[in-house]
Structure formats: C-alpha cells, structure tokens
C-alpha cells in the first residue's frame, strides 16, 4: 500500500519508542496523566476542530463482505467454503481489518494525536504528524476510544471525541511481513464475560522456515561419482520412458495398482535414507521389514490409505507401503500419488519419484495431486512407498488419474523435479540455514513495545526452526519451541504431549501478552486455538468460524472442513459432554490438568 498506516494499541509506554513510517521518524510517546513535558492540558480547547469521525460514531472493522461471510448460517458458510471460485473471491475481500482515519481542521502542523480508552486520556498512545489527518489501525472491537489533536507549537488543541468500533469478531490483525494474524479476544465466552483483547495473538510464523545450504562440488572427483551415477540413472529413465512411448504410439496405459497394500510401521531406528534405500530397493513383498511385521489396509473409493495414529510421533519416524500388480503387457501406466507430506516411490527396485525432502509442492492430499509416468513390466510388477507424516498422520492416496495424458508432456511433468534435483548434483548439501526473520526493525519494536508480546510460542518442527535461538522478536520476547501437531494429531501422544507444555505457558500470568504460531497460523495454530477457545466458553459456531477466518488469506478449496477442520472436532466427538466445550475440558483434563488450573488460565483470559 502507498498511504502509511499506523498501528495502535492502548498499551501503556512509559518510554519513547520509534516508528519509521515512509521513511520519516514517528513518535509515539505515552501520556500517563502526570506532568510530561508538552502533553496538552486536557480540557483546555481551540482553534483545532475535529471533524471526522463524527463525535459518538459506530465505526466498523471489517469491509462489507468480509462480514456477509461471518454472519452467513454454519452451513452455508461449510459449503462456502469448500466452492473454489468462492473462496477467490473470500480472498479477494482481504485479510487485513479496516483502518480508522481521523480528521481535523486547524493550522500549525506538527500535530499530536492522542488516542485512548479512556475519557481522561489517561495512558493514551501519542501520534505525530504534519497533516490534517491520521490513519490508525488494529483497533480492539467492540470497545470505545477518546481522541484528541493538539499542536505544540501554539499550545492549540481540540475538544475530546470518541468513537465506539463494531462488535464483530475476530479481531483481525496487521502485522507487516506476517501473514494470517489475529487477536484471539473479542469473543463472549463463559457466562456472557468477554475474552480479553491484547492477551493472546495467533499468527504465522515471525521467520521462514529453514532452508538447505549447498556448497558447488566438482563431478569429475571420485567421491562424488554416487552423485553423477543418481543424474545418469534419472537420464536414463527419461530415455527408457522416451523409448517406450514411441512403442506404444505416445499413451500411457490405465493404472492398475490395487486397493490393497502391505505396510510396515517400525520405530525409532528407520529414520535414516540408507533404510530408505533398502526398501525402495525391494521386487518383492517381505513378511517383515526391520522389525516390523506386515499389516494390510485397503485404500477408499478415492485410492485414499489413511492409516492409524502411532504411539511415537509420526512426524519422525517413517511408514512403509508396498504391493504387488499385474499389467497386462511392458509399457507406461500413468500413475497418480499424492500424500501427506514428504514421501518417495519406486517400481521394482528402482526410484520413481521422490519428494522426501521438499515435500509436496501441492497440499490436496489426493492421487491426483502428482501425475507419474511410471515404466511396467508385462505380468508383476512391484510399487513401494516411503511415507514420512506432514500434519495430519500418515496419509497415502495412489491409483489411476482422472485425467489421461500422453506420455511425453507427462514425462515433462514427472521429471520436473527430478531433472532439478540432477541439476543440484552440482553441489552437495552442507547443512541448513535458518529461516529469515519476517519483521523488520519497526514491527519488531510494534510486536514487543505496544502489543507488549513477552512470550513466542513456536509449534514447528526441529527441522523448521533449525539455527533458531530465540524469539525473531528479539530478547524482550521468551522463545517457547515446541514442535506440535495437528487436526486428528491431536489425539496422538505427540499432539497431547506438546498441547500440555503450550498450555503450561497460558497458566502463568507473566507470560502474556502471547503470540503463537506454526509457519502458516492455520493447522498446528488452529488445533491450539481451537482448544483453548473451547476452554474459554467460545460457543461452537465461533470456534468454527475463528478457523474458517483463514480462508480470507489461504484461497485454497482443499483447505476445507471435510479434509482438515472436521478430523480436529472429530478428536472430541466421543467425549464426554453436551456441548463440545464440554468435550474439550474433559480432553484437558484426561491430560492430567485440574479444574483449578483450567479456571485459572479462564480467569486470566475472560473480562
């Protein structure tokens, strides 16, 4: 945007802190009631005139449309949401609140603003500016400011307005540089008591994740023949697939990979590419694999595996699939895959496709995600999967496509990433980088100076945060990192195991003000929203809604109710309860809080 917005909280600054707005210094100092030099006596008025808003004026926080969405009925909202061209358009509307621009007639320049809760003005937040107008944003809902203009120079100032903002909730937020921000408060909770505002934040992440470092290497030395024989092996395949499809006049062939799968569920000691290697290496079907015994599961009408929750954590440790199918002669069939969310594939020992360590590039989740051309042998052939958890278990969609392409654009397709990946033979990985910070010097000092954020609660993985020390809002903000899950995760031991270490942070009142995040705001952020709202006494539609809220920056359909939101509520459906708030107090109880400790984090949280 080219117009400056600035940003306002009521938090009391006992100190000048700094503000670049279009490269010009803006003040912002506090005004407590006592004697500072150059605050405006309140009550002594003229020759300012404050002209809009209008003294005693509603003013809304959210556009037009953004508040069509939130008052639409539950279920029109369901269907909404999942329509693709409807979720554009929900995007288009804008994830940001509105601003609220103040105006006034009077000369001198040099303005001071003062803006609070208060009618006194008492710990107002103090604004500088050489024009006749201010824009301000963030604004609490629901709640009444005072504001007046004075100016310096000639001892003039204004009378006192004041300006009640609209009650729809939630509070969206701006932060610049994150995405998806928003106050948890706003809501009515328990016994018609609101929950607070400027307590507690949910946001993506303050810094991007982690990234590989490379270092150039030259092929022609020895030790790095594995790398040149990985680039000649995938030139290979391309060439064998080129071949065939000459044969067979350019056409795949249907798929005929089945339902059934052999799986293979080991522990802790398969987290390692050599085992990787070994099982993709495989042409035949064991009755065991490092340790683990065979299990079969069937995959749905839509070629879907969803297979059960581990007692260890998915996300580290690795399932195996494997099968065997017929084709009725040598050939390509075209091959659907799509999982949740790193994974590799080979056909009869040899490597097909792998994306183990970027992860998926789309996040449907469905077999027609990635479109393989996938070489066969006439009668058996022999498909394995290596399949590493992403958000929501262990989840494998395989089978035919819906839609048929010719081999050689499908090739193209294919070994997009391969070819990538031969052209990074070049260099060899040397570790990884950290993510860079999201916040610049100015929304830092915003983020712990008014928002006043003591405590950063980081729900990503090990791998995510690597070379992370602290919080990216520098030392006036507690680094909490601890790597969680999401939706039906939450029923597993990884899930509930982090959801106590977060929910020890909200019990302790030094903590707040809170912000918490994954990379996104929107799964692993959500399923802790999600909980702790529930606890709050946030009715069940608003708990629904305070998820869906992400729509208005995420425009993908496939986030949507049936694939991710309704596995998290279906955690809590056969507990105990008449409500689902019930349900989720007996869920922070079985993890082994008291009453005593849940009515303390309500207290802290509810006016």
């Given at each position: 945007m080219n117009k400056t917005i600035k940003f306002l909280s009521t938090v009391l600054l006992l100190t000048a802190s700094l503000l670049m707005a279009a490269g010009k210094p803006v003040y912002i100092r506090a005004y407590n009631g006592t004697s500072i030099e150059a605050a405006p006596k309140i009550g002594t008025t003229g020759g300012i005139a404050l002209e809009a808003p209008a003294d005693k004026t509603v003013v809304p926080l959210l556009s037009d449309g953004q508040k069509a969405y939130i008052r639409m009925p539950r279920g029109e909202r369901v269907v909404f949401f999942a329509d693709s061209e409807k979720r554009k358009g929900m995007r288009d509307l804008g994830?940001?609140?509105?601003?609220v621009t103040l105006q006034w007639k009077g000369e001198g320049g040099d303005f001071q603003v003062l803006v609070s809760e208060e009618p006194s003005l008492s710990s107002a937040v103090a604004f500088s500016t050489a024009e006749n107008k201010l824009e301000l944003g963030n604004f609490k809902v629901a709640t009444t400011y005072y504001w007046q203009v004075f100016c310096p120079k000639d001892g003039k100032?204004?009378?006192?307005?004041?300006?009640?903002?609209e009650a729809d909730t939630p509070r969206l937020m701006r932060i610049d540089g994150v995405p998806n921000v928003r106050d948890m408060g706003g809501y009515i909770g328990r016994n018609g008591r609101r929950v607070k505002q400027g307590m507690v934040y949910r946001s993506a992440g303050l810094n991007y994740n982690s990234s590989i470092k490379y270092e150039s290497i030259d092929l022609s030395l020895p030790e790095n023949a594995g790398k040149k024989a990985d680039k000649d092996a995938t030139d290979a395949m391309v060439a064998y697939l080129k071949s065939l499809s000459r044969k067979f006049k350019g056409h795949a062939m249907p798929c005929t990979v089945g339902p059934e799968w052999t799986v293979f569920m080991p522990g802790t000691q398969c987290m390692n590419e050599d085992v990787y290697r070994e099982f993709l290496n495989l042409t035949a079907v064991p009755t065991s694999f490092r340790g683990?015994?065979?299990q079969q599961f069937k995959a749905d009408a839509k070629g879907v595996v969803n297979l059960p929750i581990p007692s260890h954590d998915p996300k580290k440790y690795p399932a195996f699939l494997i099968q065997e199918f017929e084709a009725p002669e040598e050939g390509v069939m075209q091959l659907g895959c799509g999982a949740d969310w790193f994974w590799a594939i080979s056909i009869?020992?040899?490597?097909?496709?792998?994306?183990?360590?970027e992860g998926n590039t789309v996040s449907t989740m469905e077999k027609d995600d990635y479109h393989i051309a996938m070489p066969v042998n006439k009668?058996?052939?022999?498909?394995?999967?290596?399949?590493?958890n992403g958000t929501k278990s262990w989840r494998w969609a395989c089978g035919d496509c819906n839609k048929r392409e010719a081999v050689v654009p499908l090739l193209q397709s294919t070994y997009r990433s391969e070819r990538e990946r031969a052209k990074k033979s070049t260099s060899k990985e040397v570790g990884r980088v950290a993510g860079a910070n999201r916040l610049n010097n100015e929304m830092k000092a915003y983020t712990t100076q008014l928002l006043g954020i003591k405590s950063d609660i980081d729900l990503r993985s090990d791998k995510e945060c690597y070379g992370?020390?602290?919080?990216?809002?520098?030392?006036a903000a507690t680094w909490f990192h601890y790597s969680s899950s999401a939706y039906g995760g939450m029923a597993g031991d990884g899930g509930k195991a982090a959801f106590c270490k977060v929910f020890r942070v909200f019990l302790d009142k030094a903590n707040y003000p809170i912000d918490f995040h994954c990379i996104a705001g929107q799964d692993r952020t959500g399923a802790v929203a999600f909980i702790t709202n529930g606890l709050l006494g946030v009715p069940e539609e608003k708990l629904y809604l305070d998820w869906e809220v992400t729509g208005f920056w995420n425009p993908n359909a496939e986030f949507n109710h049936v694939k991710r939101f309704d596995k998290l509520v279906d955690v809590f459906a056969n507990l105990p309860g008449k409500t689902i708030n019930d349900k989720i107090e007996k869920y922070v109880l079985d993890l082994g809080f008291t009453m005593e400790e849940i009515n303390t984090f309500r207290e802290i949280m509810l006016e």
């Open positions: 994830y940001y609140p509105l601003t100032s204004s009378a006192v307005f004041s300006f009640t903002t683990a015994s065979a009869n020992g040899k490597p097909l496709f792998n994306v183990l360590n009668g058996k052939n022999v498909l394995a999967v290596v399949l590493l992370m020390e602290g919080s990216p809002m520098g030392e």
